[in-house]
């Protein structure tokens, strides 16, 4: 697959250039993002030996919702991401909430990181508690 470059790089538009390796980079990360670090152990607490099975159809149970946001990206040549998709379909007010929703997400996961490091970082250096 080759990328189409649909606008100009000086024109201030954005250039749909990544391709399908870094497509699956920028979607593995955000799906699961550090979260592997902290409940990969969680899981196998949980489940013993199933975790890698159990890891494996969570992945594949997400494969719809990432073939959906796929084939929604294909559809838009502007950017906004779930906002710009609910605006579309269900209007501003919808889109609003999505935002939002969105935003505090962002935020509520990065504390979750930043607690995770400080975690790790306690557990390497115990003499800094």
Not at 50 to 78: Q, Y
Not at 85 to 107: D, E, H, K, M, R
Request: aromatic residues 10%; charged residues 5%.
């Amino acid at each position: 697959m080759t990328a189409k470059h649909k606008a100009d790089p000086g024109a201030g538009q954005l250039v749909r250039s990544i391709g399908p390796w870094g497509l699956a980079a920028v979607v593995f990360n955000g799906m699961i993002g550090a979260g592997v670090f902290a409940l990969a152990g969680s899981v196998a607490n949980f489940s013993g030996s199933w975790a890698p099975l159990v890891i494996a159809s969570v992945g594949l149970a997400l494969l719809p919702v990432v073939l959906v946001f796929a084939a929604l990206a294909g559809l838009f040549d502007e950017t906004g991401g779930p906002f710009l998709y609910v605006n579309a379909a269900f209007g501003p007010t919808a889109a609003f909430q999505t935002g939002w929703v969105q935003c505090l997400s962002t935020v509520a996961s990065t504390a979750a990181n930043a607690n995770l490091l400080a975690d790790y970082v306690l557990r390497i250096a115990p003499a800094s508690r």
